[in-house]
């Protein structure tokens, strides 16, 4: 069973992850919108959900490890992992790089998947990218939950996105929230990649 753009919306909704209001961004813009990655994340059950469908778009691909960037693309690792039979790497931050730590390896030719939750800039997929090239691993693609770039961000291989979102952000002078006195929210940083 495939999960539909809707489908995969009404989960982060349902789990609260996806909250609407008038909110200060960690970039300073306002927003109409908000998204807490790690309250979809506290459901096994949807993680299982939204991997599957990750899984199903690659099954034919031979995905031999699935490589993903902390925190939440670790756990996305995983259970995409789980689905496809295949080994979950985790790509670690040390000195400002990504790495595989702990002695683990990506060989070389070895079939990779990238998985990430919530895709804005695409900067962690890239710092996976290129530690997937710095292997010589062979990247069958990446795949998010959420590309909220609108679809703008270009990683330069097959990249699936489970829902594609244009982020409504503007800056605090010419913000239509603000003219409505909407009460400003101030949720906690999550973009600590
Ligand atoms: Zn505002």
Redesign the pocket.
């Known amino acids: 069973m495939s999960l539909s753009q809707q489908d995969v919306r009404q989960i982060f909704e349902e789990t609260h992850a996806l909250r609407t209001g008038?909110f200060?961004l960690s970039s300073g813009k306002?927003s109409n919108e908000y998204w807490e990655k790690f309250w979809v994340l506290q459901y096994p059950r949807y993680v299982d959900r939204l991997c599957a469908e990750i899984a199903r778009r690659f099954e034919a691909d031979g995905i031999q490890v699935v490589l993903g960037p902390t925190t939440g693309g670790i756990l996305l690792a995983l259970e995409t992992a789980r689905h496809l039979n295949a080994r979950a790497l985790y790509a670690e931050k040390e000195a400002g790089v990504r790495t595989l730590r702990r002695g683990l390896t990506l060989p070389p030719g070895t079939r990779t998947l990238i998985v990430d939750d919530i895709m804005t800039t695409g900067g962690a997929t890239r710092e996976c990218l290129e530690l997937a090239a710095r292997c010589k691993a062979e990247v069958a693609g990446a795949a998010v939950l959420v590309d909220r770039s609108g679809g703008t961000v270009n990683l330069e291989c097959r990249t699936e996105a489970l829902l594609t979102v244009e982020a409504e952000a503007?800056e605090?002078a010419d913000?239509?929230?603000?003219k409505q006195n909407?009460p400003?929210h101030a949720p906690g940083t999550t973009h600590e990649k």
């Open positions: 008038h200060l306002h503007y605090a913000c239509p929230l603000c909407l400003l």
